[in-house]
């Protein structure tokens, strides 16, 4: 399946001024009497077109099988939406051995078959390869942790330009470090979750942000974490089937993680900020570090509204405060999750470091003994209806 | 890469440092500027944080940036587009001369006087519009009006600092005068009368952002054409600017529209009066106004002024580059209708004094393809009635259809018919009655909109529609 990323204005919200034309470094826009429309295979996808124009109508992209030519949108009143390209029901490749491993190992709590949020999006999966990857470039690359804390975290946005990567919040990518280990053997393949919701980073833009730890002898992370902006990255994926953000704006969503475990939670919420604001679904996150310095992402976590997410940090290294893990938080938070609990539109999602599962699972366990449920029946039962994923490492 | 430094006094892109009696002169208009735009800009507005676009470069690519302003924060500053290398005259009596980058001496009073009466414009439709905000439909309403106004005020810099550059005393002199005049003032009025009239409520504002400031900018495109290259460059900036208040307007008025159309159908009733929307006919009458009351803005239908500043190369024509003739159009014709004996013949006069009506026939154009996109909303609703533009001769006060009387349709008719009949054609005083009723008070909570108006289809910046656009201090 050959996906292209088409480049398209919407008809319906073009007023016809001409900025974009006149700003195309290329030609490749043009127009007749009444529509406005790019050329495939003149564009570039360089945006140069996007900020002058005054109507966000430039910022269209859609992923299609055969690209519009420009006689078809000439002939248009609206975008073609919902028939751009091959529906996701294609079958698609089984994942290389060493995903699939990858994958399994990282969801062994919850087992292999467990199925994806009822509400969540169909997901593409497996477009790209080891063997057959889609190169990124890099857009950017920083460090959100603390300067002299030992936690090196970077924040590595990725653009595909003109190759479709379509993506759900929860997958995740691979990515093969260059060059080969002691015995000459290329690297094994490293997944990284995506931290950015499936409409980009920045809205509309077709790329993607990882949140990457730098780990003393690492390979794939020391690789990841010193890429340059402009570099060029190999990437397979996406990867993922289960571990899906639930779509319904009802879905009570229970997030808890540790250090980068927060990549696809910033996806979520940044998901829900960005479309479902107005959302009667909750957002709790419980999310673990050693510090507020050491906390990927806390400067903007401490900004969004209340009234989207609830947030509770737990800090083990603070001096003169008494350690705190994220299960100490689940427990001080009872009497809510119990209501959420008991809720069917709640769902349960962990990510983080191995292990850190069990201290959640006990939590949990004693919070239904208070309010009298079953965790032991409940647990089960919210796997099965695809409302609890954990995803460690 | 002509980036912009905003830690500079006054923001620009032209090394204002550089000329330190320019910067001067500049400084010291600054005040006046800023008490100008206290008393007369938006009312109210001091202490709000507005989500603003912002010029932080005249390229295309590194234009602007979106992000909250304190309305008393904001920089407006001088923004030129780039030079075009070896930029040449294109038309008229010096065509295929390096373009000038000072005044010709012999044609200094002709470019002052074009470039005042388009720096005239701008300040004008800020006070014309400056009581607005108070019944503001929506935040995301609120936000695109300040957007449009602190724009205004950036162009008048922009004409200003033509003034004061390339003008000397005389060009100091008219950028004081521009502070000095009012709109709708009886002893110092604006220059056009356009400029002059109320902007009372929200419809008459976005028909004057979709039908004025179009013809702002054929204006800025004629003078974009310009020999005087400073000219050029600063329009050519401008309209990039421009187009922002065109989407208003017409996004607004297709917003009031759709709404009419629901209310319609849900209620199998014509009559939403009742039911607190503005109908579909009085959206006509309005549109009716605004495009008579413009199309004076473009001047006599045959004018040896416009031959003049063309055969200078001064002021070009709508996109004069693209034209496949010779540009200067000395020995060809233009037709031009003429009012013959109580009807109309087209008349063939030299092309270059037919300039200003070949000018307003490239508006016409434009604004009768915005008007179908309007009815293709109203055909969606399956509802039979088309907004049409009235004929060219209708409700004219300038050039030669000013002494006929003429029905929206073109028939000539006696001048007590037209006022007899005017109410069925003009917005009168009970249609401008109720619409400024139903402007009631200011819509402020994010995401809601007055009954009046449907929301948009997105926001701005790929931001939500509910976005706080506005933050009230």
């Known amino acids: 399946m050959e996906l292209k990323r088409q480049h398209l204005i919407d008809p319906v919200v073009c007023i016809r001024c001409n900025t ?88 062994a709590t919850t087992g292999p078959s467990v199925p994806p949020p009822a509400s969540a999006a169909k997901p593409y999966f497996n477009l790209y390869s080891r063997d057959t990857p889609v190169t990124a470039r890099v857009a950017g690359n920083m460090r959100i942790t603390g300067e002299g804390t030992d936690s090196d975290i970077h924040h590595v946005v990725l653009d595909f330009s ?90 009570n969503i229970i997030m808890i993680c540790t250090g980068t475990g927060s990549a696809p939670f910033r996806a979520f919420t940044e998901r829900r900020r960005r479309n479902a604001q107005d959302a009667s679904g909750k957002l709790m996150l419980f999310f673990g570090a050693r510090t507020p310095e050491e906390l990927p992402y806390f400067g903007p976590l401490m900004k969004l509204p209340k009234s989207l997410i609830d947030v509770n940090l737990a800090f083990s290294r603070v001096p003169d405060r008494p350690k705190q893990y994220v299960q100490d938080k689940i427990r001080e938070r009872s009497d809510d999750l119990a209501a959420l609990l008991a809720s069917a539109d709640t769902h349960v999602f962990i990510c983080g470091l191995k292990g850190m599962e069990q201290g959640c699972d006990e939590a949990f366990a004693d919070i239904c003994r208070l309010h009298g449920l079953d965790w032991a029946d409940l647990r089960p039962r919210m796997r099965e209806e695809g409302r609890y994923h954990v995803e460690t490492y | 890469m002509s980036s912009i430094n905003y830690a500079e006094k006054i923001p620009n892109n032209v090394n204002l440092s550089e000329d330190r009696k320019l910067q001067r002169a500049l400084e010291s208009w600054q005040p006046h500027y800023i008490d100008w735009w206290k008393e007369m800009g938006p009312e109210g507005t001091s202490t709000s944080e507005i989500y603003l676009r912002t010029a932080i470069s005249a390229e295309p690519d590194g234009w602007a940036q979106f992000g909250h302003v304190k309305m008393e924060d904001y920089r407006w500053g001088i923004f030129l587009a780039p030079p075009e290398k070896d930029r040449k005259v294109n038309f008229g009596a010096h065509k295929g001369e390096d373009a000038w980058q000072e005044v010709p001496g012999e044609y200094r009073s002709m470019l002052r006087r074009l470039i005042t009466v388009q720096g005239d414009t701008e300040p004008a439709s800020v ?43 005389d060009g100091r002199e008219e950028a004081e005068e521009m502070l000095a005049r009012r709109s709708g003032d009886a002893d110092k009025p604006r220059i056009l009368g356009a400029f002059n009239e109320k902007t009372a409520d929200w419809l008459a504002f976005f028909m004057f952002t979709f039908i004025t400031d179009r013809d702002g900018k054929y204006q800025l495109c004629a003078l974009a054409e310009s020999g005087f290259d400073p000219l050029s460059r600063s329009c050519r900036f401008m309209l990039t600017e421009e187009a922002h208040h065109m989407f208003v ?80 159009l000395e020995h060809t014709t233009y037709s031009v209708l003429h009012p013959v004996n109580g009807g109309f013949q087209a008349v063939e006069v030299p092309a270059l004094n037919a300039l200003n009506e070949r000018l307003r026939l490239d508006w016409a154009e434009d604004v009768a393809k915005g008007v179908e996109r309007w009815n293709k909303i109203i055909a969606k609703h399956g509802i039979d009635f088309k907004l049409t533009l009235p004929h060219l001769a209708f409700n004219r006060a300038i050039g030669h259809f000013s002494d006929i009387a003429v029905d929206p349709s073109g028939k000539v008719i006696s001048t007590e018919e ?47 529609v509910d976005f706080d656009y506005v933050r009230f201090a």
């Open chain 1, 20 to 107: 974009c034309e006149e700003a195309c470094p290329v030609d490749a826009i043009t127009h007749d009497g009444t529509n406005y429309v790019v050329s495939y295979d003149k564009c570039t996808g360089c945006r140069t077109c996007v900020s002058p124009c005054p109507t966000g109508a430039i910022d269209n992209w859609l992923l299609v099988d055969q690209p519009w030519s420009i006689d078809d949108q000439f002939g248009w009143e609206e975008l073609p939406l919902g028939q751009t390209g091959p529906g996701p029901a294609e079958p698609a490749p089984l994942p290389p051995g060493e995903v699939s491993d990858l994958l399994a190992a990282a969801t």
């Open chain 1, 162 to 251: 003109h190759n479709a990567f379509p993506f759900l919040e929860g997958q995740s990518i691979g990515i093969v470090p260059p060059g080969t280990d002691a015995k000459g053997r290329a690297h094994n393949i490293r997944l990284y979750s995506i931290a950015s919701p499936r409409e980009g980073e920045r809205s509309g833009c077709n790329n993607l942000a990882l949140t990457v730890k730098r780990v003393a002898g690492g390979v794939g992370s020391n690789y990841v974490c010193d890429l340059k902006k402009g570099d060029e990255v190999r990437v397979a994926g996406p990867f993922g089937q289960a571990f899906l953000m639930p779509d319904a704006p009802n879905a």
């Open chain 2, 127 to 169: 006070e014309q519009q400056r009581l607005l905000g108070k019944c503001c439909p929506s935040l995301y309403d609120l936000r695109n009006l300040f957007q449009v106004n602190v724009e205004e005020g950036r162009h008048l810099w922009a004409m200003v600092y033509l003034l004061h550059a390339h003008f000397g005393k």
């Open chain 2, 249 to 328: 307007g017409e996004s607004g008025v297709g917003r009031i529209i759709e709404r009419a159309c629901q209310v319609m159908k849900e209620n199998r009733t014509e009559d939403v009066r009742k039911f607190g929307v503005i109908d579909l006919p009085t959206i006509q009458r309005y549109l009716n106004f605004h495009y008579s009351v413009t199309s004076d803005l473009y001047g006599a239908e045959v004018s040896t002024n416009a031959a003049t500043s063309y055969n200078m190369g001064l002021k070009g024509r709508y996109e004069e580059t693209k034209i496949g003739d010779d540009h200067q």
């Open chain 2, 418 to 464: 037209f006022a007899r009949r005017r109410d069925e054609w003009l917005p009168s005083e009970s249609d401008l009655a109720y619409v400024l009723s139903l402007m009631g008070g200011a819509v402020t909570q994010p995401g809601k909109f007055a009954n009046w108006i449907a929301p948009p289809a997105r926001g701005i910046n790929n931001q939500p």
